[in-house]
Structure formats: C-alpha cells, structure tokens
C-alpha cells in the first residue's frame, strides 16, 4: 500500500525562501498580516487532513467508484467519502481562501494552492468534489449578480453546497460554439432550460443537501457559434430567498462513465429537463464568464498532475530503497544483502529524478502563478495587476500541459521502478497513471492549451508578454552571469532565452503565411516555453541553496536542491533540441499526407 | 466501439516487396515450396480469426476478468475465451509454424509473426494464452529429452495443452539469482518441486485438459545465483508413458493478480507443494534453456504492441475523420458542415501519424527479425545461420524495448485524438493504453533490455555485431546515395550510422572507466539505436515505393508510404539530437544525488 508525506518543507523553501511570498503580502492590505507562522500551521494541519483523512480512501475510492440509482437519479460515492467531505467542511478547508463578505477566511491563493496540491497528491478523484465547487464559487463570485451572490456565495464558501461547470455536450466538447443545450426566458425573469450534458465532474453525489450547476445554454434570439452562449445558475434543489431549499429542479443525472482512471469521482451525464435557471452576467456573453472558472480549473488541473507527481516520487523512492535486485554495476553496496537495493541503479535513479524534478519545477510555477494571481486580485498597485494578470495568463497554457505531461512521464517512470509489481494494483502506482492521464484531456486538452499559448498568448500581442517573462530570465541572468558557481543553471536558460526570440519570430512569420504552421509547431513550442519556465524556477531555487551553503548551512535539504537542478539540465531540460528541431520541420509533412491518412 | 481490419496490404507490401520473402524461402529446403499465394491465403485465414474470433471478446474480457475458485484451484476466464481457443486449435493455428515432426505445419516463422501482430491487435490478453504456449513448446523443442519431446511436444503443438513459464518469485523478477523454488531428487530419477511463483501469466484457466508448466528451481547441491538454476517441466495432470492424463500434480493457482490491464489473462500466483517434474537439459544450466523462451517472448512483446499500435492507429483515424469540432486553421473545409473533422488540425494528423509511422517501422523489423529468424533456424549454409542469430541477437532487446515504448507513445497519442472519449472504457482506446503498459516490463523491462543491448550485445563484442547492422546501412546508403530522391530517407541514416559509431565507442571508453557510464546511458543510447534500425527500414520502404512510382505505379498505397516515411524523419527521428547528448550527460548526475534521493 501507497503512503503519503506531505511535503511541508518544499513548500515552505517555494514559498519562503524562493519567492519570499510573506514580503509580497506586505505590498496587498487584504494579506499583510499574514505572516510565514500562520502559513506553516495552516498547511501542517492542511497535510494532515490530506494524508490522513483523504489518502487513506484513494485505493478504495478507485476500486469501488460511484454507482447510480436509475430511479432516484441520486449517486453513491466510495464509502468513507462523504464523511471525510463532511469533515473538510468542518475544518473550514473550503473557505479558506474565499472572500470574508460570505463567510470565507480571506487568505491567499497561495496557501489554498498548497493546500490543493497535498489534496490531489492524496486522492484527486476525491479532491475535485470540493476542487469544482471553489470554480464555481469563482464564476458567481466574478460575474453573479448581487442576489445570486448572496443565494450562493455562504454556502459554497461553507462547502454546505458544492457547485459544477456543466459545459461539454456529446457532439461538443472542445468546440462550445457547437452547443445546444436551450434556456427560454420565463416571465417572472427565470430561464427554462433543456438539453443534455456530459463529462460533468462531481455532477452528482451523496455530499450535500444542494448542488449549484453552472450551466451553459443558447438564449432563443442567440448568434450562432460561441458568441451566442449564456451562463446560468441551475440549481438542483430550488433555492427560495430566504435560502431554504425548495422543490427539485428536473436536471438530473442519468448516467456515470466508466473511465479509466478518478473512478471515485462522479463523471456524470446530465439531463436537464426544463430547470429553473438564472443568468449569470450578459447575455451571449456566457463563455466569457465560464473561463474565469476555466482558467482557474486550468491551473487547478497542472496542480493534480503535481499531487500525483509527488506521491508517485515518495513511493517509487522508498520502493528503490527497500527492493533488493542485481548487483551495482560499479561494484556490490550492500555486502550484507543478497543483492543490492535497486536505488544503486543508474536508471533508476534517472527515473526517481525525473518525478522529483518534475515535482519541484511544477510546485515552484504552480506558487509563482498563484502568487501571481494573489497581486492580480489584491495588490493596490493597478499596474502590478495588470501585469500580474497578463503573466498568469501567459503561464496558464503551460501550467495546464506541460505540467500534466510531465505528470504522465514521471508517474509513468515511477510505475517502471516497481517493475511488474508498478502494474497491479495494490500498490497503488498504476492508479496514478491513470487519474493522471484525465489530466492531459479534460479543461482543454494538451493540444488546446498550446494553441492557446501559440495562437493567442504569445503571437497574439507580438510576444509582448512572453517578452514580460524573457526579463524576468534576463534579470537573473544579468544578476547571476558573473557568478561562476551559478554558471551550469544561468548558461542553459540564457542560451535558451536567446533562441527562444529567434524560434517564435521565425514560427511567427511562417504562421502569418499559413496558419497550419502555428498548429503544427504549437505543441512542440509549448514544450520548449515550459523547460524555460521550469529553467528559470531550477534556477531560483539553486541560487537560494548556493547562497544557503556559502553562508555556511550544512542542511543537506540544500544540496539535495542542487543536486536536482543539475539532473533537470543535464537529462531533461535538452529535450529542447529537438523540439525545436521538430516544430521548425513544419507543417507540410503533416498536412501532405491524404495517403497515409486515407 | 472499436473495430480492426487486419492490416494485410501492409503486410504483403513488408513480406513481397520490401524482403522478398519468398526469394529467400527458395533457399531454405524446408520451406523452398512455400509462395507467395500460399502466405497470403494464410494470412487472409488469420485476419479472419483475428477479427472476427478473437477481437469481438477484447473490451468484454477486459471487464469481465478472471476468476479463481479458491477451493478447487480452477480459473474461469472470460466469457467466450475458451470456445474462442477451441476454434484456434481446430483451425490449425497453433501449429502453424511447429516442426512436422510433431505434427506441426512447418511453415515458416514469419507467417506466425504475422498471425500473432493480428491476434494481438484483436485481443492481447486472450493472445497471451496460446503466446505462452508456444514458448514453452519452442524451450522444450530445443532442450527437452526424447521422451519430454514425445510426452509434450505434439499435444503443445495441437494446442490440446498449453504450457507457461513459471520464472519470477515474489523476491525475485530481474534477479533471477534470487529464486529459491527447490528440486529435490526422486529415487526414479524425477523431481520433488517446492516454492512459489508469482506473475505466471496464462498460469491457469480453462481452455485445455492440461497444462505444462516450465519451471526454474534449485537442485539440494546448486551453487548460488544464476549458476544454480535448473530448468523443469511440471505439468498440471501428470502424464502416463501413452500420454494419457494421471493423478493431479500438486501446482496450484492460488491467487490471481489485480492489474492495470491485460484483464483477460490470468495471471497467476502458483504454489508448487512437492509436485513432480523432470529436468529440462542440463542440471544448473536452466537459465540458458529458458532464454530460448525469453529471447522468442522478447520479440513476442514488441509484437504486442505492433499490434496494439495499428489498431489503436485504426481507430483514432476513424474517429478522426468523423468527428467535428472547430474549423481548420488554415480556412473552412467541410462547408456543409457545423465543423470540420478534427483531422484537419495539424497536431491531430502528427499524433495519428506517429501511431502510423511507429506500426509500420515495428512491422517491418518484427518481420526483418522473424526472417533472421527462420534463417538462422533452416538455411544450409552455417555462416548464414550464424549471422542471422547474432543480429537477431542484437535486434532483440530494440525490437522488445523500442517497440513497446513506441507503443505506449503511439497508444497515447491515439487515445489523445478522442478527446474526453479517450477516457471512457466503452470507446476502447484507454484499454489499448493499458494493455500496452505491461509490455514496457515483463519479459525483462525496458532497463533491462537496454544493459542487455548496450553491455552485453555492443560493448561485450566490441561493437563486431553492431558493425553487421551498420554493414547494411552502409551497403543502402551507397546504393541510394547517389539517388536524389532518396536523400531525404538515406541523410539521416547515414548521419546516423556515423554518429553511432562515435557515440558507441566514447559511451564505452567512459564504460570502461566507470561501468556506471554504460547504466546511465543505456537506455538513451537504445533509443537512438531504434531510430537507426527504424530509419533504416523506413529508408528500405521508402525505396520499394519510389521504384514502384518511377514505373509508374500510381496506386496511393507508394505514396502513402512516402508521406509516412518523410514525417517519420521530420517529426520522431529527430529524438536522436536529444538523446546522444542526454546520454552523454553521463552518470555523474545521477549518482552523486545522495541527498537528492534520501
């Protein structure tokens, strides 16, 4: 059986020592008592909810997974499941970054961040109950107006309640101008709304006394393709003003996915048949409205490929250490033993720090976009929202994919250190391969984010905010190029910088000849944008630990950060060379092929 | 759900056009009389079983599973299995390639190649079954006694039995050494066999009266490790001298393992409790006699994930061409529609395309390997032999590593084109995902097969063999150099081939120094060699098709394989550029991570 440390330390050395993040607070009114003491007790308690309340259900969740009942349209989730939801709630878990006019404890993204990232490292298909409920909470917090505000906000804030993004329809899921779900207007300025959704995460379950489904649908008079999409609020329970909850509203579950992995989750088909809804924000403006919850599900979901990252890194590591197989190639190490233990391997070792690595670098971007957003939402200065913004906003698409495909090769890797023992499912390695996998497809798949990043973010001003994040680099390559210690950290993200200008202009200029090139070289630019994020957070973290061990500190916590940094740009960070190799082989070799695709 | 074509044409287009098979075949006696017609008749028959037997129980034997009956020891399999296996064995195919001696057809391995690539695209699990078998029955063919080869070998051969191999322990898969099953002596000259065995695959079930269980144990007196092991047969039913079935042997299934896939195939937990078996060649020399079975499952696993990569190709290109959503990039193509099919985005086409390019490169070396094969085994001339087993030798370990994790990127992709659909069981393509996954372990993992290649196969020769592979390379480059057409397939392989040479001998220089070297850079330095060997059979492909052009041939089939080989080498070759220089990163940032792994 798996087990789980929640990784406090790491956290701490983002949060403290690399980003400093209880300074930043200082600059925001609504954070600037918030200091490094409250962070560190809420997190120690948060990663024991994590790996004592929500871990121990994640092997059983998966075997036992949700079960309907075709008359009641009512779900079942895994035993242990609503219990441990019911005690979230009572921890306040699902307020704790919610805004204090409804009930919420007002403090930073960051701390919900690392809250998340222990919960889905615990169990993700258990985590995206409440991880669902907080986007919806987002969407009504942004676009609701007053009265839905105050209908909603307590108890999502509470986690009495819990909400849903209901977008996907079966002949739409990528493409939502293609929806058909119809809301018809009431006299009394309700929405009548019918049609069918799918792939609907927590659609359904035993949690809570109500469920707040946010809807999209097409209004009668709407423009055809997404700019004729409107938001609503469809409750499952009617709620009456005084909040009391009223009749049931018809739309209703009728069916769950067999998947291949979260299978604790509830990924429900939905049938709405005439609800009851209220629009949220203008109308045909709905798509606008949703991707507040999207981008925020976007990062939400690299955050579960970094739980899962991490989780599959504790227990492959502890496995090398105990599993005894073979001699070390260089000579026996463990003379008292029958054979070595299997950490003396070198490829093993390799796969043990492509997770750790890819654990680090992700925690380190997923604090720095959630700080990020933390300046975006309340640092006084307007310019530094606005920036705060557009940077987050750049990074999204990355965090979402290039997150989650490390995810999928570093739980892949771990898997492969438990040999054929990594394939049954006792030992809990497979599963993390599996939930990790959803990760890659659902809010946009992987391809859709480098679009996204490509397309829109980065040629779409010019590279004008990439060149926002280029100085970032340029910053610390200015601050550190002298520093010859720093050199095999500085030199690979310099150099990578540099050619970074040259690639984007180059796959710019032929996009503006033919789209088809930005498609064809998208998902292989988002990969090499990533490794130089990833680069720049290597190289923060180093330049902590080398100024930690000149000072003289001997915690071995610092070299184990060099260590890792070093591994990212020796055997993983190359991989750069021939992406790019691959993105400028261009689209012809793609697009040509009416033969080979017949 | 999903649906399979045998991919026959492409079969043909590997065994006629690209090897001339049947050339060859005029100079082995044994098979001198076998055609063209005839192999294509037979391959007709077997995409028929194939199809139409073995793939309808694919999705539900994978939810069905095995079960085992703990009281009487007996396993059900999923419903179907069984009358399915009684179809084979009526058909004729296990014998397909068997000696006539023992009743079999004698026809010549690549025909069973090609049988097993469609068997194991219809249904993996079930394949494993009568796989198993004939790898027992090839292990006692080349080791057993007269008698074991009398008692055994025409009932393997029918498929009226089927056997196993009984080899990996709980404390022991890759270290053999470890094994502690005993052997004891009888006064009658057989063997008392005690231990347990775990991950037998095909261990027990339901299709056959009996089953021939080869198993590694320890004589009272057998050095230690890998020098002790012997090999033995232990058969589920005794058999009486006149073949007839005797007392039940004590070698009980006493568990059945929860995996990640291949669901229909049972893999067992096997007690041996004091059952009587007989030695299988020489005492102590037990794990050469089982590589005989190894070194045909080896290439068996790629072959698994050929066949999984081709259907999953299949699929995703149907899916792709029906579903709609968004508009192409490049200006709207399907007008009379709300959208276009999803294959006119690029990344949709490079990720069914790389499922493509990787099936076709795996067909067309698991069938250059299977003629190494039968030549080694029926050519008259002994240097022939002796060549063809060497290189097959050295292709073993690219053909089983390569191959399955090509098929894990290729079924990745494949599922990647459903969207959310890919996630969900009924659609198919996530068990395509997960039944691949095992491929990348058993028989040896993918570490495994790379220190095999790189230290055993290259460095333990000093490169002699690996110099007959390149001699081929050469030989197509000067042919083709001079040819126009040709550059774009022979550059990169003659690139290549120079590098490799380059690359081999500083990889050994620093081996010879540190054998550390050779764990760090094995499994890159497998890959790059698998982009040699694919290159070179995408660049032998590529000349039949642009022969067949220039005579004028405008079947679209040529220029398919044209468009598949360009985008081999625009998009997957250029994985090499990263290899060599992660490879030659070397082992230093892998090992000294004490404190990174602590």
Same mark, same amino acid.
């Given at each position: 059986?798996?087990?789980?440390?929640?990784?406090?330390?790491?956290?701490?050395?983002?949060?403290?020592?690399?980003?400093?993040?209880?300074?930043?607070?200082?600059?925001?009114?609504?954070?600037?008592?918030?200091?490094?003491?409250?962070?560190?007790?809420?997190?120690?308690?948060?990663?024991?909810?994590?790996?004592?309340?929500?871990?121990?259900?994640?092997?059983?969740?998966?075997?036992?997974?949700?079960?309907?009942?075709?008359?009641?349209?009512?779900?079942?989730?895994?035993?242990?499941?609503?219990?441990?939801?019911?005690?979230?709630?009572?921890?306040?878990?699902?307020?704790?970054?919610?805004?204090?006019?409804?009930?919420?404890?007002?403090?930073?993204?960051?701390?919900?961040?690392?809250?998340?990232?222990?919960?889905?490292?615990?169990?993700?298909?258990?985590?995206?109950?409440?991880?669902?409920?907080?986007?919806?909470?987002?969407?009504?917090?942004?676009?609701?107006?007053?009265?839905?505000?105050?209908?909603?906000?307590?108890?999502?804030?509470?986690?009495?309640?819990?909400?849903?993004?209901?977008?996907?329809?079966?002949?739409?899921?990528?493409?939502? =101008?293609?929806?058909?779900?119809?809301?018809?207007?009431?006299?009394?300025?309700?929405?009548?709304?019918?049609?069918?959704?799918?792939?609907?995460?927590?659609?359904?379950?035993?949690?809570?006394?109500?469920?707040?489904?946010?809807?999209?649908?097409?209004?009668?008079?709407?423009?055809?393709?997404?700019?004729?999409?409107?938001?609503?609020?469809?409750?499952?329970?009617?709620?009456?003003?005084?909040?009391?909850? =009223?009749?049931?509203?018809?739309?209703?579950?009728?069916?769950?996915?067999?998947?291949?992995?979260?299978?604790?989750?509830?990924?429900?088909?939905?049938?709405?048949?005439?609800?009851? =809804?209220?629009?949220?924000?203008?109308?045909?403006?709905?798509?606008?409205?949703?991707?507040?919850?999207?981008?925020?599900?976007?990062?939400?979901?690299?955050?579960?490929?970094?739980?899962?990252?991490?989780?599959?890194?504790?227990?492959?590591?502890?496995?090398?250490?105990?599993?005894?197989?073979?001699?070390?190639?260089?000579?026996?190490?463990?003379?008292?033993?029958?054979?070595?233990?299997?950490?003396?391997?070198?490829?093993?070792?390799?796969?043990?720090?492509?997770?750790?690595?890819?654990?680090?670098?992700?925690?380190?971007?997923?604090?720095?976009?959630?700080?990020?957003?933390?300046?975006?939402?309340?640092?006084?200065?307007?310019?530094?929202?606005?920036?705060?913004?557009?940077?987050?906003?750049?990074?999204?698409?990355?965090?979402?994919?290039?997150?989650?495909?490390?995810?999928?090769?570093?739980?892949?890797?771990?898997?492969?250190?438990?040999?054929?023992?990594?394939?049954?499912?006792?030992?809990?390695?497979?599963?993390?391969?599996?939930?990790?996998?959803?990760?890659?497809?659902?809010?946009?798949?992987?391809?859709?984010?480098?679009?996204?990043?490509? =397309?829109?973010?980065?040629?779409?001003?010019?590279?004008?905010?990439?060149?926002?994040?280029?100085?970032?680099?340029?910053?610390?390559?200015?601050?550190?190029?002298?520093?010859?210690?720093?050199?095999?950290?500085?030199?690979?993200?310099?150099?990578?910088?540099?050619?970074?200008?040259?690639?984007?202009?180059?796959?710019?200029?032929?996009?503006?000849?033919?789209?088809?090139?930005?498609?064809?070289?998208?998902?292989?630019?988002?990969?090499?944008?990533?490794?130089?994020?990833?680069?720049?957070?290597?190289?923060?973290?180093?330049?902590?630990?080398?100024?930690?061990?000149?000072?003289?500190?001997?915690?071995?916590?610092?070299?184990?950060?060099?260590?890792?940094?070093?591994?990212?740009?020796?055997?993983?960070?190359?991989?750069?060379?021939?992406?790019?190799?691959?993105?400028?082989?261009?689209?012809?070799?793609?697009?040509?092929?009416?033969?080979?695709?017949?």
């Amino acid at each position: 059986m798996p087990t789980y440390t929640p990784p406090l330390r790491d956290m701490q050395f983002v949060l403290h020592e690399v980003f400093k993040v209880t300074d930043e607070f200082k600059a925001m009114p609504a954070h600037a008592e918030v200091d490094a003491d409250t962070i560190n007790a809420v997190l120690e308690e948060a990663g024991k909810f994590a790996a004592g309340v929500a871990f121990p259900l994640n092997i059983s969740g998966d075997t036992e997974g949700c079960t309907l009942n075709q008359q009641t349209h009512e779900v079942t989730t895994p035993k242990g499941f609503k219990e441990a939801y019911a005690q979230y709630v009572e921890g306040g878990w699902a307020a704790l970054s919610c805004d204090t006019a409804y009930g919420g404890q007002g403090l930073p993204f960051v701390m919900n961040q690392c809250l998340y990232e222990m919960l889905n490292s615990a169990n993700q298909a258990w985590t995206m109950y409440p991880g669902l409920s907080h986007g919806a909470y987002e969407a009504l917090h942004a676009h609701g107006t007053d009265e839905q505000k105050k209908l909603y906000l307590p108890k999502l804030t509470s986690g009495e309640w819990t909400g849903t993004m209901c977008l996907t329809e079966p002949h739409c899921g990528t493409d939502l =101008g293609l929806l058909r779900t119809k809301a018809e207007p009431q006299a009394d300025g309700t929405y009548k709304i019918t049609g069918n959704k799918i792939f609907i995460s927590a659609g359904e379950h035993n949690f809570t006394s109500n469920i707040v489904h946010l809807v999209l649908a097409r209004l009668p008079d709407a423009p055809k393709g997404s700019k004729g999409i409107s938001l609503f609020v469809v409750p499952k329970f009617k709620v009456n003003a005084d909040g009391s909850l =009223g009749e049931r509203n018809p739309i209703y579950c009728t069916g769950l996915e067999h998947k291949m992995g979260i299978h604790g989750n509830a990924t429900a088909q939905i049938a709405i048949d005439g609800a009851i =809804g209220t629009l949220v924000g203008e109308p045909n403006k709905g798509l606008a409205a949703m991707f507040v919850m999207m981008n925020a599900a976007r990062l939400g979901v690299g955050n579960q490929s970094l739980g899962l990252t991490e989780v599959a890194f504790q227990n492959a590591l502890a496995y090398a250490k105990d599993r005894i197989q073979m001699r070390s190639l260089s000579g026996t190490k463990a003379k008292d033993k029958e054979a070595d233990p299997i950490i003396v391997h070198p490829d093993v070792r390799k796969m043990l720090l492509t997770a750790k690595a890819y654990a680090e670098g992700a925690r380190a971007l997923q604090i720095f976009c959630t700080l990020l957003l933390d300046k975006a939402h309340s640092h006084p200065d307007e310019k530094v929202r606005k920036d705060s913004d557009e940077l987050v906003a750049l990074l999204t698409p990355i965090v979402k994919a290039f997150i989650t495909d490390n995810g999928h090769i570093a739980t892949n890797a771990c898997m492969q250190v438990f040999g054929g023992h990594g394939f049954i499912k006792e030992w809990g390695m497979e599963q993390f391969v599996r939930d990790n996998r959803i990760n890659m497809i659902y809010e946009g798949t992987n391809t859709v984010q480098s679009l996204d990043l490509l =397309g829109r973010k980065v040629l779409g001003n010019n590279g004008a905010t990439l060149k926002k994040f280029g100085k970032l680099v340029g910053q610390l390559v200015a601050e550190e190029g002298v520093n010859e210690k720093m050199a095999e950290f500085i030199n690979p993200i310099a150099y990578l910088g540099d050619q970074m200008t040259k690639f984007t202009t180059e796959i710019g200029f032929r996009g503006f000849q033919n789209p088809d090139e930005v498609g064809a070289a998208a998902v292989d630019y988002l990969r090499v944008a990533g490794h130089l994020v990833f680069g720049y957070m290597f190289a923060r973290m180093a330049q902590v630990a080398l100024r930690e061990i000149a000072a003289g500190n001997t915690d071995p916590f610092y070299q184990a950060k060099l260590q890792t940094a070093r591994f990212y740009f020796a055997k993983l960070f190359p991989e750069v060379h021939t992406l790019m190799r691959t993105a400028r082989a261009g689209s012809k070799v793609l697009m040509d092929t009416d033969a080979a695709l017949a």
